[in-house]
């Protein structure tokens, strides 16, 4: 079970629905509509994180995704996945990578679906329950790779602009979640 607890969450007024999606620190994710009267009722999130450290990768951008096993194939990822790209736009990112531990089929269809293409596989790349573990990284563009692209914003940054904060607020009620 998710607890909402994990989260340093920015509450957007006048977004609601059966599902209440709310922008995160880290990104995205969908909760029950009575927010505030539950800690355990997060139905999944996604978010983005830096792909790279070093200062040239700075528009790249890595996603990841996770739904609660109850809410599996009703369309969460790909809606959370299309808020979530929308948002990074208005970011300024161009790049998005995702990074999936094999096997893992959902994972692979949920990204083809989004438009991610395979880039490759980095072999025994990561250690855990006792085994090493084989990642495909798939890749997709955000928006064009102009000459001289504008600065990354940072979400909390962003959302002190109304302007901003209206446009995500447009984004998070397009849709039927
Ligand atoms: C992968 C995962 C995020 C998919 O979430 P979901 O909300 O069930 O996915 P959606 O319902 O939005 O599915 C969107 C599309 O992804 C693909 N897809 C999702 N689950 C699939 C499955 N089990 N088998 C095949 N295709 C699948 C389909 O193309 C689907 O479209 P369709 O339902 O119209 O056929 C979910 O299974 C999960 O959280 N798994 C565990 C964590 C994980 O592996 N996260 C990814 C790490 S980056």
Partial sequence: MLSSSEFDTV???GVGGELFPAVTRRGLMLVPTQVHDTS???VGYAYATAHRDRAAYRWSVDAATYISERAHRQGIARALY???????VLQG???IYAGITLPNPASLELHKA???REVGIYHDVGY???KWHNTIWLE???AEHVVEPSEPTALPVLLETEQAKAAISSILLAGEH
Avoid: N, P
């Fill in 93 to 95: 990112y161009r790049s």
């Fill in 128 to 130: 855990k329950l006792g």
């Fill in 11 to 13: 509450y957007l007024e």
């Fill in 140 to 142: 997709r563009s955000l």
């Fill in 114 to 116: 989004m438009g991610f």
């Fill in 82 to 88: 299309t808020r979530l790209f929308e948002i990074l």
């Fill in 40 to 42: 355990d009722g997060v």
